[in-house]
């Protein structure tokens, strides 16, 4: 290890004149060599501007700036002309070091002047100040690397090899920042080095890598290197700070932990004396029961949140002064008398073997008991409807077996149309239908009867003391309500099922299976006729909030129509045909107006959304038994003949004629209408669109079909 003196040694014993000037460029200290250069005693230069006393007047800007470079932090090497005490003029080769604080601040510099007025003997002291340089870059107690202007390795000191493991052989010519730099922060460590060659100094604090992975927690400096006014390459000096840090973090870990035991607990904490007065609180304490520590100083514990309503209180502290931890749940009161329920812990405080006082630590546990309420609410009741869930439904349907509930009724209750419901306007939408079904089943009951939900759209209605006959009414009551709610302009729809348990010796289960099989009928008669109405009104919903679709899936029917005809298909397929044509678009009853009416370019996520609606048409159509065989019609009319369509990219004769023959009526319509986002096309182009797509998206066959019945002036098809 390298002291102070030896580095003064070195000062000293340069050949060089070496002086240290202060931030205000004052000399304060000088080796004799500068004396014996400039003809000045020490005493006439300590204190004094630097400047003053070797600069001429030619040369004082020049001074100046390499003043000003110095300040920066800047590393400087030129030669000019200085004079000594009898104006005898020497040509110098001046060298300024900066001295960098720990903080990166400017405390100074080493300024060394070789006179090379001789060239022999400028080489020698050219040889000298390498060596005092090498001296001073090899013996520092902080590791060292030199880079060139392209960041690559030069030169490294030992403390460097030692620090991070590499030998010089190793790494020269290699850039420093892929050697020791954070591999996640390369980037950053780049743009610092980058600033360093660009002039400027450099002092962070981060980590570093050892040639094994170690890491190092460094102070790291950089120090430009400048010759000729000019950026040659820069030091960068490394200074190990990784037990500084370790004793910081520890130190600060303390320190946390002590005041987050009592000031900055998420806990209401009052702290005591061995006569249970109050000596201090925290925030908490102040938070929950509402006092300022300057109210309840020097009071009882127990007067302040007791309020000697709880006489075990004393007890519990008693228990406590005596060294005892106790653990326990109650009710305590806030400054306004407001009951809070908490968990409480008593540690008592020892000293020396004696207990000289205590905490009281309240949890508010308001939350957690609530939270316990909510989580039994929730485990009887249904998340989505509010309504009691089969669990209860089960227990309760057990315990309503005795006589003195005797006759008991239930009802079973199932939403119509959920499925078509779901695939038209969503699960959200489907999700509501259920909720206003529980409401309706709420608002048609009496208290105590209960009402549960089973799962999917199936509901019941437990009413205890209820005939059969009574049962019946309250059905009928909902059915009345039913018809007065609409839900997306659909009727709102059930199917019911009930019966009655007369006595106990009666099977709960044979009660339901009875019910159940009822409901199932009931629903196998009701459900195609509402189907049906349902999906009238969802055709309808479509083109009402859509004229354009509505006119757009009119000529495509049309077209369909006229091309199945021109293929001579009989009139089964004709008529198919021009119906596949009219519902190709149902699936868009899904899709945002804000989408369909969008007038720009739609944004990716918004293809997305437009490409689903042949899929939701096919499930809507399946949904209703007359239509399931054009349901698959639909669900591909977007496929191309090339196999780049969707949904499932088929390609040729694996695409049914149906939807090829749709897909042509509907890409030539769409040409030739005004869209929000363009202006329809005139019907050469979209024909000689049809034509150069033929064989790619198009059947090359139907297109020719279509062509001719376009271009056949006897038969040119008319919309009307």
Known sequence: MYRVEDYKHLFEASLDAIIRMDENTNIIEANQSFCNLFKYTLDELLGNPLDSLIVGLDDKDQAAALNVRALEGKIFSCEMDR?????QVHHVIVTGIPIIGDQGNFQGAFVIYKDVTSEAHSKIDLMKQKM??????????????????????????????????????????????????????????????????????????????????????????????????????????????????????????????FEALFKNSTDAIVRFDSKHRVIDINENFSTLFKFDIKEIIGMRVDEVVNKSRIPRGKEITDRLLRGETVMLEGIRYDKYDNEVEVSIKGVPIISESRVIGGYGIYTDISLRKAAEKEILYMSYHDQLTGVYNRRFFEEEFGRLSSDRYMPVSLIMADVNGLKLINDAFGHENGDELLKRMARVLSDNCRHGEIIARLGGDEFVILLPNTSV????????????SCHKEAFKNIEFSMSFGWDARKATDESLSDLFKRVEDL??????????????KMFETIINTLHAKNEREERHSSRVSFYCEQIARALCMNSINVKELKTAGWLHDIGKIAISDSILDKAGKLTESEWKEVRKHPEIGYRILNSVH?????????????????????????????????????????AYDA???????????????????????????????LVDVFVNLLNDENEHIKIG
Do not use: W
């Open 83 to 87: 004079i000594d005490k009898l104006g």
């Open 132 to 257: 005092t340089f090498e001296s001073l870059f090899k013996n520092s107690r902080d590791a060292i690397v030199r880079i060139d202007v392209h960041q690559r390795v030069l030169d490294i000191n030992e403390r460097f090899e030692t620090l991070f493991g590499y030998k010089l052989s190793e790494i020269r010519g290699q850039y420093v920042d892929q050697l020791i730099a954070d591999p996640n922060k390369l980037n950053e460590s780049k743009a610092l080095t980058g600033q360093l060659l660009s002039g400027e100094k450099i002092v962070v604090e981060g980590e570093r890598f050892g040639k094994e992975g170690q890491v190092k927690v460094c102070k790291v400096q950089g120090v430009p290197i400048i010759a000729d006014d000019e950026v040659i390459g820069g030091y960068g000096i490394y200074t190990d700070i990784t037990e500084q840090k370790l004793a910081e973090h520890q130190l600060e870990s303390q320190k946390v932990i």
């Open 469 to 480: 006959y009574e049962a019946e009414k309250i059905v009928k009551r909902i059915k009345e």
């Open 519 to 532: 409901m199932y009928r009931n629903k196998l008669v009701e459900s195609p006729s509402i189907r049906g």
């Open 626 to 666: 007359e239509f399931t065989d054009l349901a698959e019609h639909i669900l591909l009319h977007h496929e191309r003949y090339d196999g780049l369509g969707y949904p499932k990219g088929l390609k040729g004769d694996e695409i049914p004629v149906q939807a090829r023959i749709i897909a042509i009526a509907d």
């Open 671 to 701: 040409m030739t209408s005004n869209r929000t986002y363009r202006k329809a096309l005139s019907e050469e182009v979209a024909v000689q669109q049809l034509i150069n797509n033929a064989g790619t998206q198009f059947d090359p066959l």
